[in-house]
């Protein structure tokens, strides 16, 4: 398991944020962050559980999201961000954690 970003919800525009239209969210690239925020921007009608638009999330890299889908409340689904990408969220301990697996 590799720490990836910490999500932090804001209503203010930021520079360079992307829109994910699927989940009607704007995004920031945490690589642009000194410590790696990822922020992120809901649309009214994001799909999103509302537990995710008020709280922050942390992001781990890991091998496997099977291994973890099991043993904790899974709040989105695994779904494939882009081709190489596969994300889920999970409430671990009170926390969100986005869990993050490449293909």
């Known amino acids: 398991m590799e720490f990836m970003h910490i999500g932090v919800v804001t209503d203010k525009v930021q520079k360079d944020e992307i829109y994910a ?3 009607k969210v704007y995004i920031t690239e945490p690589e ?7 922020y992120l921007r809901f649309e009214e009608n994001s799909p999103l559980p509302e537990i995710m638009q008020k709280n922050p999330h942390v992001a781990f890299k890991v091998d496997k999201l099977e ?10 689904e695994p779904f494939m961000a882009d081709e190489n990408l596969k994300i889920a969220f999970i409430i671990k301990d009170g926390l969100i954690l986005e869990l993050m697996q490449y293909c």
């Not at 642009?32 to 990822?38: G, L, M, P, R, T």
């Open 21 to 23: 239209e699927d989940i």
């Open 32 to 38: 642009a962050s000194e410590f790696k925020f990822e």
């Open 67 to 76: 291994d973890y889908l099991e043993k904790n409340q899974v709040i989105v």
